[in-house]
């Protein structure tokens, strides 16, 4: 029986997610949750004995809260005895993982796609991205033993990574800007930078809300 995010593979996780956006009688829903959780069968379950039945409730309460992503996350993971290098620079990635993260988040359900994009910044020991390995099988075991909970952390270290980045981006177009802002003497020109000023303050103000 899975009894947190921790052990929640992202599959199932998946499985959950299509399940609760089904219109379903509450006791039949909580039943095909349970199955997916425990493993067992539908049948398997409603035929079980009410205390046992009601413990796995009790079990399944974790999923009334969100999964809190934690802002440390290991250089290596082990996965099914498999072991993954996380790749943390991506000024280090290879013009293909950069294309094909950019490809699978920007798709409106990329939620389907999380072991795709995990696969992006999991690379097996040893080997770089999609060279020397076949990614797909890399997919298909992030899919089934990858936690939701290490997929969250993942996600939430690449995503403050690149917040900081186009936060520093910002820093210095606006450093860029403000010369040019004393160097000029049009008018016009002046009232034009003061306004890119104020939109990259904007800017940074929303960006900076999102890493913290």
Known sequence: MIKSYSELPINRYLDIKALVEEDLEPMDMQVKLLSILDGRSEN????MGFQDFHALV?????????PVPSKKVPSK???????YEIKKDVSKFTTAQYIDFQTLT??????????YIMACFLIPEGKRYNDGYDIGEVVQELGEYLSIQD???????????????INDTLIYLEFKTKRMLRKTKDEKTKAQLKDALERMKGLRDLVQNGVS
Do not use: G
Not at 78 to 83: E, F, L, Q, R
Not at 151 to 165: D, H, T
């Open 44 to 47: 398997e379950l409603l035929n």
């Open 58 to 66: 009790q079990d399944s309460a974790f999923l009334m809260d969100q």
């Open 77 to 83: 993971i082990i996965i099914n005895k498999h072991t």
């Open 106 to 115: 920007a798709k409106e359900d990329r939620d389907k796609y999380l072991a």
């Open 151 to 165: 997929a969250i952390n993942v996600s939430f270290f690449f995503q403050r990574k690149y917040l900081n980045s």
